[in-house]
Nanobody, 124 residues
Framework: QVQLVESGGGLVQAGGSLRLSCSAS???????MGWFRQAPGKERDFVAA????????DYADSVKGRFTISKDNANDTVSLQMDSLRPEDTAVYYC??????????????????WGQGTQVSVSS
């Protein structure tokens, strides 16, 4: 069973930056990789995604212009650069893999492999 492992979370002041990374325990086929986040008492929401073949990306409106998703196919990793962080970005961030084609990259239920999550906390 392939596992996804996130790293790079932590505590940062508002306006600061963090970079999250996600690596796979083994090579596997996938259509896209995404990042989701879940704040206490809230749903797990889409943040960003990138198609594994090509460069198509998608972002939630709340993070556009502040977050950048990227991938390294050779090293089988996906990263999320988070700049201009705000207190409302505080959440557990999850890496996820979407193994099959789908028109939308934002639908949580279409991702079938998940990491354990990493905490991001932004203080005001």
């Amino acid at each position: 069973q392939v596992q996804l492992v996130e790293s790079g979370g932590g505590l940062v002041q508002a306006g600061g930056s963090l970079r999250l990374s996600c690596s796979a325990s083994a090579t596997f086929g996938r259509y896209a990789m995404g990042w989701f986040r879940q704040a206490p008492g809230k749903e797990r929401d889409f943040v960003a995604a990138i198609r594994w073949s090509g460069t198509t990306t998608d972002y939630a409106d709340s993070v556009k212009g502040r977050f950048t998703i990227s991938k390294d196919n050779a090293n089988d990793t996906v990263s999320l650069q988070m700049d201009s962080l705000r207190p409302e970005d505080t959440a557990v961030y999850y890496c996820a893999a979407k193994r099959f084609f789908g028109l939308s990259l934002q639908q949580r239920h279409t991702y079938d492999l998940w990491g354990q999550g990493t905490q991001v906390s932004v203080s005001s």
